[in-house]
C-alpha cells in the first residue's frame, strides 16, 4: 500500500518588533486555510514564528526578555491555531521560544496533532551566535544568551498524519548545517523532518570569503545533502523579507530522499508551498547505499563524539630528502 | 602571508580489462607533464587508477585476483610515475588495489611527495557493494569480497605542497557519501582532501526510485556538502567512459570550502582540471559558523557511534482522543 502525505510548508513574511502575537497567529490561521484547501494533512511554520527574531535586540537582565517566551501551550494567544488545525484536520508544526516553569529557555518546535495534543517537542541543540552583548558587531545574535542547549536530543516519533504513520523528527535553522543532527534522525528512521528558520540575507558580520549570494546555496546544499545522505523528506520553512531592519532570505524548500526540491517558496512573504510526498521513497536509500547497518563503519567515526572541537594533525617527518 | 596551492585533479578516462599498468601508467605520466605545465603543485589520481575497476568481475578463488593488486610501491610497473614527480617537482596521490605482505586486500590510496616518499596512505573504510556472487545482480559489484574494510581510519596529516604546508586527508569513493567521513577528517583540521572514485552512469540494479540522471548531483551535492560543513578544499577524481561495457560519469570537480565547484572535468576521457587554492578560505567556516569548539554538542551524537544501524523510534500513544 501506497504511503503518501500532503505536505505544507507556511513560509512567514516577516513579524515587526512592534506586531503583536494575535498579527502572527491571524496570518498563520489563514496559511492552515489555505494549506486545507490544497489538501494538505499536515503544516509545518517557521522557527520562533509568533515574534520577530528577537535575539537581535540585546536585553542586560534577562527578565526584561520575558514577554518573548511562551510559559504556555495552548494560550490565549495561540488557542486560535489550535481551533483551525481541529477545524481543518490538519496538524501543525510551530516555532516559538519556550519559557519553562523552572526558568529555563529554550528555543523549541512543537508537531501538534489535529486533536490539539502534542505529539513531539524538540528544543534547539546547536545555538548560534554569542551570549553577551558584542559591540564590535554591527547586528547582535544572541542565541546563546536567550536560549540554553536543548536538553530533549534530536527525537522521532512514529505518529500518524492523515491517514498515514510518519516517523516524524524535528531541527531547527542552525541544527540544519550540521550532518550530526541529520544523522541522528536518520539512525531512528525519520522520514519526515521538520525544520524552521530565521536566516538573514547578509552576513553583516563578514569578515572573510563568506559571498552574500551563496547563503541561500548553503542552506539548501545542508538541507539537501541531508535528505539524500539519510533518505528522508524535509520541509526547511522560513521567515523572509524585512523583519525590523533586517533582510530574512526566505526560499523555504521541500527535499525529498533524493535530496531534490519538489518545492520552493519564491516570494518575500506569507506563501504556502505544497509537495505530494510518497513515503516509500526513504526506503530505496534504507536498503541499498544507505543500509547503514551493512555499511557504516563506527569505529572510525570515534572522533565524532570524543572531541568537541577540531585538533591540528601531526607534521609529516620526511625519512628522508 | 597567503598560503596558496594550484592543485590538478587528472581525471582519466577507461581502462579496460585486458590493459596493462604500462597503458595507465604512460597516460598518468601524460597527465604529469601537462599538470606540470600547468603550474600544477600536485596532481590527484582516481581510485584503482592502474587498472580497470576489477571489483565487477567475480573470481571464486581470491588468488586467481592477484594480479590486480600492488604489493609494492614503487613498483617497476609504478616506477616511471615516481620519476615524474622528481622531474616535475609535483606530488601526486595515487589509488591503487593493495595486498600487503601477510595477505591483507585494501583498496587504497597514498600521497607520494616529489622526492617519492609516502607521505600520508589512507585504506578505504566505507566498502560498497557485497561479498558474494549475486545471480540476480546484472552488474556483480563485489569490492566487500576483494577488499577489508580499512584498518588505518581517517588519517590527517601536514606535509608540504610546494612550498605550503598544508593539512592533507583522503578518501576514496563511496566514502563521500557518509558524512562520518568527512567530519574525522574535520575535526582534524583538513584543508585538502583528495578523493578518488569509479562510479557507474547507470544504477544496473535499479529496483526503485534512483533517477540515473541524479547520480552526478548526488556525487556532488555529497562533495560540495563535505567541503562547506568542514571548510576544506575537495578533488574528486573520477575515472569517465566506457570501461568494459560499463559506463563511469567522469564529471571530476574540484570544490572551496565554500561548496563552490571551482573546476569541473566534461569530457570521458584524460581530461586535467586545475584550480588556485586559497587555503585561507579554509579559516572563516573553522572561525565562525563551523567553529566546532564553540558550537558542536557531542552530548546529543551519541547515536552515531553507539549504533551502527539505524532503530525504528517509538509510535505516539495519544493521551485523549
Chains 1, 2 share one sequence.
Not at 535575539?55 to 510559559?71: G, I
Not at 541543540?125 to 542547549?149: C, I, M, N, S
Not at 539512525?187 to 553583516?204: A, D, F, H, I
Not at 536509500?285 to 577540531?310: K, L, P
Request: charged share 20%; glycine share 8%; net charge negative.
Amino acid at each position: 500500500m501506497s504511503r503518501r502525505l500532503v505536505l505544507a510548508a507556511a513560509q512567514m513574511g516577516p513579524i515587526q518588533k512592534a506586531e503583536g502575537r494575535d498579527v502572527a497567529v491571524g496570518r498563520m490561521v489563514r496559511l492552515m486555510e489555505t494549506a486545507h484547501r490544497r489538501g494538505a494533512e499536515v503544516v509545518v511554520f517557521p522557527e520562533l514564528a509568533l515574534t520577530t527574531f528577537f535575539p537581535r535586540w540585546y536585553h542586560e537582565d534577562l527578565a526584561e526578555a520575558d514577554h518573548w517566551y511562551e510559559t504556555a501551550l495552548p494560550s490565549n494567544a495561540t488557542a486560535p491555531l489550535f481551533e483551525a488545525a481541529r477545524k481543518f484536520n490538519i496538524g501543525f508544526h510551530l516555532g516559538y521560544a519556550e519559557r519553562t516553569p523552572d526558568g529555563h529557555r529554550f528555543n523549541t518546535a512543537v508537531y501538534v496533532h489535529p486533536s490539539g495534543e502534542v505529539v513531539l517537542k524538540y528544543r534547539k541543540v546547536h545555538l548560534p551566535g554569542h551570549a553577551e552583548h558584542d559591540p564590535t558587531r554591527r547586528v547582535q545574535h544572541l542565541e546563546k544568551r536567550y536560549f540554553e542547549v536543548g536538553d530533549l536530543g534530536f527525537p522521532v516519533i512514529r505518529a500518524p498524519i492523515g491517514e498515514t504513520s510518519v516517523n516524524i523528527g524535528m531541527m531547527i535553522c542552525n541544527d540544519r548545517r550540521w550532518p550530526e543532527a541529520w544523522r541522528v534522525l536518520g539512525l531512528q528512521q525519520v522520514e519526515l523532518v521538520m525544520l524552521g528558520y530565521n536566516t538573514p540575507s547578509l552576513n553583516m558580520e563578514n569578515r572573510g570569503f563568506e559571498a552574500h549570494h551563496l547563503r541561500v546555496f548553503h542552506s539548501h546544499l545542508s538541507i539537501q545533502a541531508g535528505c539524500y545522505q539519510n533518505a528522508c523528506f524535509a520541509a526547511g520553512v522560513a521567515k523572509a523579507g524585512d523583519e525590523d531592519g533586517h533582510e530574512l532570505f526566505g526560499h523555504s524548500i521541500i527535499v525529498n530522499p533524493q535530496g531534490e526540491i519538489m518545492a520552493q517558496a519564491t516570494s518575500w512573504g506569507d506563501e504556502l508551498i505544497v509537495a505530494d510526498c510518497d513515503l516509500g521513497m526513504c526506503e530505496l536509500g534504507r536498503r541499498t547505499i544507505f543500509n547503514f547497518a551493512a555499511h557504516r563503519r563506527v569505529e572510525a567515526y570515534g572522533r565524532i563524539t570524543e572531541q568537541t572541537g577540531s585538533v591540528a594533525p601531526a607534521e609529516w617527518a620526511p625519512a628522508r630528502r
